[in-house]
DNA sequence: ATTTTTATTGATTGACGAGTCAATTAAAAT
DNA sequence: ATTTTAATTGACTCGTCAATCAATAAAAAT
């Protein structure tokens, strides 16, 4: 019964789909027809739609970023003071939406996966771009030249927060972690810039 | 042409060439065939002296964790004040050896698996458990209560600028990334306590 | 010398899964 | 009314790969 424009349609379908199943099984060992049948359709369908697994994955993580960027969006529009708005992000990063099991698998395997697909690993650096450019725009005026050193810092403490997530689901919730990113965040906010600094 | 005693020799050049394999590929899709091809033998063998293909990868990786092992204790044995000790053990975590692009790749899959394997979860709880403790172990003389938190700050930290490489193995080696943990800690160190700390 | 044990592999099995295709259905366009 | 077009699938092809096994070879033990 081919209604016309079913296309958008399926191709949600499929793209929900795929981030359930991913958490399921937690790995990217996940047959097309797994996908397909849990949205409700043929596995010939999802090639049909999307011409290959990859590109299935793809729109999946495509999928999960853009929420992450209108999260972090739309915290930001609340806040207008760089402390505020550093927290913001901070806290967007650790949303029970981008917490949940599903969602971790996928970025788990999607950081294995950008090490062999290019498109994996370009979509990896639009992230971790505008992530460092977002800690970076508040934290100049606070402390200046020491601004890119600090946002490394705070990057690779999500990052490395987020990890320890994937191994032990119960501990440390969401509020817990940016609670201890912020914490050090204000450590180093506070602290006197180191002596030896210059170049 | 059977000399006896080949068991150990023959394992051993089946978790190198794991390891070798998994970098090579920059994931787990790895066959057994070609594990035991670069090995030098069947993959008859292979299965003849491991049982299965997981078993073949959780001997990689607890040959990866006790190298580790070894290097944070020689390091440890040569440094006898606690923020030299802090320092060993966070410089050994960034050793060249840790950050060959085959021992990362095996890190990487290796959280993917932990959640699927409850033999991967597990021995990744032993490394966290000790990192965690040795941490810990220098952190109390030196600022007490506050050392539990700053702890397990460190330890994303170092997680976090881990997987910052397995995206772009060029930027950031193994020195840039544990000086800029050194300098988060030492501003941790020197700040003081929170107003309102008691739990 | 013959028996036992260890090492070793080629060939095979059996399962599974990605991607293709021809065929079917029904809406839309003419 | 017929033609075109989008939606949809069951069946099939083709590869791949983990695991098994029977067979061989040679050192060790008797």
């Known amino acids: 019964m081919p209604k016309i424009g079913m296309e958008p349609i399926r191709r949600k379908a499929l793209v ?19 996908i397909a049948k849990r949205a409700g359709m043929s596995s010939a369908l999802a090639h049909h739609y999307f011409g ?3 590109q299935i994955f793809m729109a999946a993580m495509r999928h999960i970023l853009s929420v ?7 915290a930001l529009s609340v806040s207008h003071q760089p402390r505020a708005r550093l927290e913001a ?9 981008n917490f949940r099991g599903e969602v ?10 950008s090490q062999t697909s290019e498109g ?37 403490l999500i990052d490395g927060y987020y990890i320890r997530h994937a191994l ?5 919730d969401g509020r817990l972690a940016s609670d201890r990113v912020l914490d050090c965040l204000d450590m180093m906010l506070t602290a006197q810039p180191k002596s030896g600094e210059f170049k």
């Open 16 to 34: 929900d789909a795929t981030i359930v199943e991913i958490g399921r099984s937690g790995s990217l060992d996940v047959t097309v027809s797994q």
């Open 52 to 54: 290959g697994k990859d």
């Open 68 to 74: 992450y960027g209108a999260q972090v969006r739309a």
């Open 89 to 97: 992000i901070i806290r967007a990063s650790f949303e029970a939406g």
């Open 104 to 113: 971790v698998s996928a970025w788990m395997n999607f950081y294995v996966q």
């Open 120 to 156: 994996a690993k370009r979509l990896l650096n639009i992230y971790q771009a505008r992530l460092r450019s977002n800690l970076l725009h508040e934290l100049r005026p606070l402390i200046g030249p020491r601004a890119p050193d600090v946002a490394a810092n705070v990057a690779a």
């Open 168 to 172: 032990r689901g119960s501990l440390s």
